[in-house]
């Protein structure tokens, strides 16, 4: 029984299973004998000195963790700046961490959190304080540099195939005397990783989504309108998926074109995909729908893949044997060994390699025209949304989520000063 | 062996499960050994004699059918007027009827449609030709009247309460640096039934969704800031679900507030969960994230109600028999015999009295403050979302829908001058 305490946090946007990996990490660290503090809304618990004891949840409830959407601890959205410009809020995790006798920090988050993890371990070597830092991926952008994959992404991948799967049968019945057009909002600001997986739904050019607008390809309208209009007289009907991130050439968020003040001064939030169906409808005057589902790609745990759940539970279960291996600075990562059959398997790889990096989806993934995905990204996307793993669901007909006592730990410290 | 044709159309908004209706339908009929044929695009199919040979599907094809979402056969939306102002075109179904040998016509619907149906009947008495049209139930609005509920709503409303449940599990894990209230937005744009189905995805005021805007209740924007700012007090954050129909105490439509038209002239397009967010975040200062599911709602087959499903096939099988003993003018509508446990059977009702009613939430079913469901609506609802029916996925992690020949019946008519 190795001495001393295990801090798991999560960081940034949650996703359908991060609580898998949460649930990894926890059952691996119990069988280890080691306890597995908490923090609550991310590096922001660390600082505040606000811990969660999970050894007051039962074996049962960190199961059901497994099966659960959301950050089970609370996330956050906070970025720790330099060693030097943040060098008190620096010192007060290492406080915290003395306090607690944590020895093993987990931060479960994208390249932010790989950043923060690498610091943290930076400033621990620099006060001779015993701290092994590890980052565990996640994110439903798959934009983390190394990994093949980002646990989250394929779970979101898959809700957005068969989401745009399911969206382009309706509108296909009813375009003869409605909708025409249709365009479905995926999230993606830099990198469209998730609207490339819309891209699955269908195979060639006349099944649906017949259009995909990548953050990687410049946004031009009168190409886009032209194709639309073509498929709308090819198909009978136009399925879009557009990434939020979507740009002119010259740089310009097609988003923010939707937004501003109206007359009244009140906030027109943007949007692609309301933005686009606009235009499409005075344009071209056809009838047009859209969808922006948000928080609902990314917490469909009821539509997660399976390959996404078993990987975001390696990665927590790796995390624990890492960090108790003393490997610091380190992210577990996912090798891809074959696309077919896929085989994947998890690496150590320098946090200092994934950190503030950011993965674009290689230009080998897009179709010549721009507007699809290649044989390519096909090859790469479909093993990651493959497999099924509903949760269990009540008689109510509710998946059973679980809520988490969530007890706190006696503070030690006087509050930090912000 | 009944001698003759049955014509099955498909009309208005498609369902998650109006294809069951449509296998139950099919296989009733092909057990009878009666030919079926479908028109293509609902009664557009009928006017311009573009008729489907159903025989032409395998038996697979067909029990597939009842886990694909969209409508096989293509819906419309056209709305026959009244047999004086619509003369023509009634005849025309009729001539349409007698070349093909249509002596049963089974119209899937929603009140539209039995009206029709209806019509189309009286018109066939009033020439002494042989027709018996059946009017067959489906709506996600859940508003038509006679029946208990109505066959696409039950699985509308599983997304609904799920959704919400999920993407509630997300933004209390963000709530505490980044996203404070959510806006979720429903279907309904005269009933508020999907709302309050989201109702079901908590217990008691602190669960989300915390606030539900009901189309059968003023929305008082005072009112609603204060409920919303004291509950993120309270909670944390704050889950809103809005009715795409609600309206101000002076009869206008909300989401027509967010519409219109921008500097540029160009086409916002309304929506009542981006007009609500963009005020929210103008009026309390909180950040705010919302989706508009639109089509997915109705067509996540992938999340389909159990008891949804079986009473789409039910009415299906029924409205054969009721059209093969002659059953005239008739919907099989649902009558629910007890809540708990929850039974149910299928009844025959007169189109009569479905036609052009509309079927509002009881005010029973609202919570005194406006904001929430009450246990009736609870008891009315949950058995209605209650079991799981997934469709059988490819190796591919999509579900196999199935795509049907839809092989054209040669035509025997000159066409129809529109």
Redesign the interface.
């Known amino acids: 029984m190795p001495s001393g305490t295990l801090l798991y946090a999560?960081s940034g946007?949650?996703t359908?299973v991060i609580n898998a990996t949460a649930a990894g990490v926890i059952e691996t660290a119990r069988a280890r004998k080691v306890k597995v503090l908490a923090a609550r809304?991310?590096i922001?618990g660390a600082l505040r000195e606000d811990l969660i004891d999970t050894s007051r949840e039962s074996a049962a409830a960190i199961r059901a963790l497994a099966h659960?959407?959301?950050?089970?601890f609370?996330?956050?959205?906070?970025k720790l700046k330099s060693l030097d410009q943040d060098r008190v809020r620096y010192e007060r995790l290492l406080d915290v961490f003395r306090a607690h006798d944590v020895r093993w920090f987990l931060y479960n988050g994208g390249n932010d959190s790989a950043d923060t993890a690498l610091k943290v371990s930076q400033l621990a070597a620099e006060f001779g304080y015993p701290l092994t830092c590890v980052g565990v991926p996640k994110t439903v952008d798959n934009d983390l540099a190394v990994t093949d994959c980002c646990p989250g992404f394929g779970s979101a991948a898959?809700y957005t195939?068969?989401?745009v799967?399911?969206?382009?049968?309706?509108?296909?019945?009813?375009a003869?005397?409605?909708?025409k057009v249709?365009v479905y909002e995926a999230m993606g600001r830099h990198a469209g990783w998730l609207a490339a997986a819309a891209g699955?739904?269908g195979q060639g050019v006349d099944e649906a989504p017949h259009l995909i607008l990548f953050p990687e390809r410049p946004y031009d309208e009168a190409d886009f309108f032209a194709k639309v209009k073509a498929t709308v007289e090819r198909v009978g009907y136009c399925v879009v998926v557009a990434s939020e991130g979507i740009q002119t050439a010259d740089g310009r968020f097609v988003a923010d074109a939707?937004g501003?003040k109206?007359?009244f001064g009140?906030?027109?939030?943007g949007?692609v995909a309301?933005f686009l169906?606009?235009?499409v409808?005075?344009s071209l005057g056809y009838k047009?729908?859209?969808?922006?589902?948000?928080?609902?790609q990314?917490?469909?745990?009821?539509?997660a893949?399976k390959t996404d759940l078993e990987q975001a539970q390696a990665v927590g279960r790796k995390a624990v044997e890492y960090a108790l291996k003393g490997m610091n600075s380190v992210m577990p990562v996912i090798v891809r060994s074959s696309d077919s059959p896929y085989r994947w398997k998890i690496e150590p790889a320098p946090l200092s390699k994934v950190a503030n990096h950011e993965k674009k989806m290689p230009a080998g993934f897009i179709r010549k025209d721009g507007y699809g995905i290649t044989p390519a990204a096909r090859r790469y996307l479909?093993p990651l949304?493959?497999?099924?793993a509903?949760p269990p669901?009540g008689?109510?007909?509710?998946?059973k989520?679980v809520t988490l006592k969530n007890v706190a730990v006696r503070k030690k410290l006087t509050p930090l000063e912000t």
């Not at 659960?68 to 089970?72: D, L, N, Q, V, Y």
């Not at 003869?176 to 909708?179: G, L, P």
Request: hydrophobic content about 35%.
């Open positions: 999560q946007g949650v359908a809304n991310g922001l659960t959407p959301g950050g089970a609370g996330s956050c959205r906070v898959k195939a068969v989401s799967r399911e969206c382009a049968l309706d509108v296909a019945a009813m003869d005397t409605s909708t249709f699955l739904a939707g501003g109206d007359s009140h906030t027109q939030l949007g309301s169906a606009g235009r409808k005075d047009v729908h859209w969808a922006l589902p948000d928080y609902l990314r917490s469909a745990r009821h539509l893949s479909e949304i493959r497999g099924e509903p669901y008689r109510d007909g509710i998946p989520y």
